[in-house]
């Protein structure tokens, strides 16, 4: 069975400071590979998505994340974090199945 | 278009009682999912309809769980006799056949607290 692992349970930065989330999926066929976000009070949210192709996603409010084949990870990375980024981030796989298998999720704090 | 909504948004009963949850997704989409999500752990898969059928149900969803989903619109995920280990945020999500794999619209959850 799929499984997703998250590095950090929880990351505090200051602003301005860089972010790295690591993820790493257990899969060895064809994947297709999340990341969402949940903000305070709010739902999950789409961040970004890899299906194929360049292994550079560029996601939304500045978020991007590297696909390496080889290493069976999917790092979300900012080059500079704000205080509104501060929220619950999940790692996910789609096999091209009906479900998506998470990660258990990784909390960031800024400090403003 | 108000997006996927769940409703109650927080319920706290008794063990031993029963629940049941809403949630109506967004109205042109015809796969509708069920996920629970328990504190410090990511979503966990329970149930998707296509329309008005399910078609799969993970091991999670012991036979105390029901979900339907009977005009292909709204759907609603029952629990017989709660157990403390039921307390978990319930999720529900929909999206198009033809989007599926690109991720889905979830709604804010149902927390359900049992005492």
């Known amino acids: 069975a799929q499984s997703v692992s998250q590095h950090n349970h929880h990351v505090i930065l200051s602003e301005a400071a860089s972010l790295e989330l690591g993820c790493n999926y257990s899969?060895?066929?064809?994947?297709?590979l999340f990341w969402y976000v949940q903000y305070p009070g709010q739902h999950l949210q789409l961040l970004l998505k890899?299906?194929?192709?360049?292994?550079l996603v560029k996601g939304i409010k500045g978020f991007e994340a590297e696909f390496i084949k080889s290493k069976f990870s999917f790092n979300l990375r900012k080059p500079s974090v704000q205080w509104s980024d501060t929220a619950e981030y999940f790692c996910?796989?789609?096999?091209?199945?009906?479900?998506?298998?998470f990660g258990p999720g990784t909390r960031l704090s800024v400090l403003p | 278009d108000t997006g996927v909504s769940q409703n109650p948004r927080h319920k706290i009963t008794k063990r031993g009682q029963n629940v049941t949850f809403r949630c109506d997704p967004i109205?042109?989409?015809?796969?509708l999912y069920w996920y629970r999500q328990t504190l410090g752990q990511g979503p966990e898969f329970l149930t998707y309809?296509?329309?008005?059928?399910?078609?799969?149900k993970s091991r999670l969803l012991s036979d105390r769980f029901s979900a339907e989903r009977p005009k292909g619109s709204f759907s609603t995920l029952e629990i017989q006799r709660t157990e403390q280990g039921d307390s978990a945020m319930y999720l529900c999500?929909?999206?198009?056949?033809?989007?599926?794999?690109?991720?889905?619209?979830f709604g804010s959850g149902t927390r359900l607290t049992v005492v």
């Open positions: 899969y060895g066929g064809t994947v297709n």
């Open positions: 109205s042109e989409h015809n796969r």
């Open positions: 996910a796989v789609n096999e091209g199945g009906q479900n998506f298998v």
């Open positions: 890899y299906f194929s192709g360049d292994p």
């Open positions: 309809f296509q329309n008005e059928a399910q078609l799969e």
């Open positions: 999500a929909s999206s198009l056949d033809r989007t599926a794999n690109y991720g889905y619209t």
